[in-house]
């Protein structure tokens, strides 16, 4: 057999067993997780105590609207965030993928007092709890102050750190037409809207309503089972 035959017959066989699978595979996967669902793994601790560093949450990317695989534009749409979604963004500043909660949509008014946050004239009520069971997870101050916040959305938990310097005032905002305001559970370590300003309703993927995997990272990345597939909140 000549050399230029075995070459066809290589590349034949490379074809068959592993291009055009893996091609098929690709044609399937890709434009599911681009429009229908995907993962996102957090890095950081700016939505803890609610989402932990080395979650993979889920991204439902039919949460709101059908979009063309691969792009921002909308086939469909049935619905818009709503306050306290859990939602993954792309940042205004950088482009870069987020995880953080709707605080406030198109029409509303938010405003910050002291970390108590105020939705159209009405202050959050919060439940302090006590920080011994998220003691563990806490890395980044030795005393967080951590409580559940009441509001027009369902409760959900809060984190903050008296001991270091935050941004926990700003004045009354009214959200233009076509944004939204984001921020971080842990109020006193995220960056979010209160630093990058409101978020276009187009860069918004998807909600996150729950944890697929998790690994803890400050423990060589041993598997939390108790957090996989677990609800983001209560």
Avoid at 45 to 70: H, Q, R, W
Avoid at 184 to 213: E, K, P
Avoid at 215 to 230: A, G, T
Wanted: hydrophobic share 40%; with cysteine; glycine share 6%.
């Amino acid at each position: 057999m000549s050399n230029q035959n075995r070459l066809k017959r290589s590349l034949h066989y490379l074809w068959r067993e592993w291009i055009k699978p893996l091609a098929v595979i690709a044609g399937i996967v890709l434009p599911f997780k681009s429009a229908i669902a995907d993962w996102n793994w957090v890095p950081t601790g700016s939505m803890k105590p609610t989402i932990l560093e080395g979650d993979l949450v889920l991204v439902n990317k039919l949460a709101y609207d059908l979009k063309v695989p691969f792009t921002l534009w909308r086939l469909a749409a049935w619905g818009d965030p709503v306050p306290g979604d859990v939602v993954v963004l792309f940042s205004p500043h950088d482009g870069q993928r987020l995880v953080k909660r709707l605080i406030a949509g198109p029409g509303d008014t938010v405003e910050l007092r002291n970390n108590t946050l105020f939705l159209n004239t009405q202050p959050m009520d919060y439940d302090r709890l006590d920080p011994g069971p998220f003691a563990r997870e806490t890395y980044e101050d030795p005393n967080p102050i951590i409580a559940q916040e009441h509001g027009p959305s369902s409760p959900h938990l809060v984190m903050s750190f008296p001991s270091r310097s935050a941004l926990r005032d700003f004045p009354a905002t009214t959200v233009p037409e076509g944004k939204y305001f984001v921020m971080g559970d842990s109020r006193d370590n995220s960056f979010d809207s209160r630093y990058f300003g409101f978020v276009d309703r187009s860069a918004i993927v998807g909600r996150s309503q729950r944890v697929l995997l998790s690994f803890d990272k400050h423990h060589h990345y041993v598997p939390r089972f108790s957090r996989c597939l677990s609800r983001l909140d209560p």
